[in-house]
């Protein structure tokens, strides 16, 4: 029995998108995802090197696939990596609904390519820490952090959910960058082992992981994310679950920055009307700048009388 298709899931499947399965009867939890247009548009929103954009877009994928793998509805998901190398820190929020924006502090650094001859994601980030933040509407924020093992991200998610979650898993996330800068491939995956696994699952998967060495390589050769977890959990019964799309999106809006103008201060805000002066606020996420004229400060002030 061939699998059905429907039109809509063809075309998803066209675009960047996210699939999520299991494999050895529920023991594995799988998921992949590919985010060349994503990625794309963190780039051009940052105007960011060929090593940010990498090290960025890599977090941004490890975002959106454990952003689908929360349960609970509305939660957001927060990776913040913080390093002593010359990008200083990464900043990805992601929800379950395969939306994700991010930044990073310093997006133009460039270093000579590492002893792989890759771009140096690793020298990049540096020694420091990965921070993981889960928001549920209505409850405190639950945080973690783990020492980051090498900054290339993908390493760091694993023993993140090893340490942390104390779930054994693989993480891989991978984006090939042209000479132009243009992104030429993103993807990811992260598999993982469930409590009651079997031993003899964590050498089957070692030996299939052995041969995926590059996700970007696969997608280069026409590969999707299923095809991906195929290869991933070759032998391993894999049953696809869900394909679903994925996009960069900030929800950053002239409203919010009018409400972040508040903070200044009744005073501050009166000294620019007098001046006529236009409040500039800045989307650290999306580089997006939102512009309040004089006459909307006005109006601003008047319609909040206790600032
Ligand atoms: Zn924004």
Redesign the pocket.
Known sequence: MGDVIDFTEAQLRLGDHMVRGTAADGMIRAIAVTARSTVETARRNHGSSPLVTAALGRLMMAGLMMGAMNKGDDELITLEMHGDGPIGGLTVTANNKGQVKGFANHPNVWLPPNGLGKLDVGGGVGRGTLTVVRDLPGMAPYTSQTELVSGEVGDDLAAYFTLSDQVPTSVGVGVLVAPDAHVLQAGGFIVQLMPDHEYFLIDELERNLRDVTSVTALLERGMGPSDVLRLVLAGLDYEELEVSPVEFY?G?NKERATRATLALGRTELEDMVAKGETAEVH?H??G?THYLSPDELRALLEDSPVV
Do not use: E, N
């Open positions: 900030c950053c989307c996420f999306c997006t």
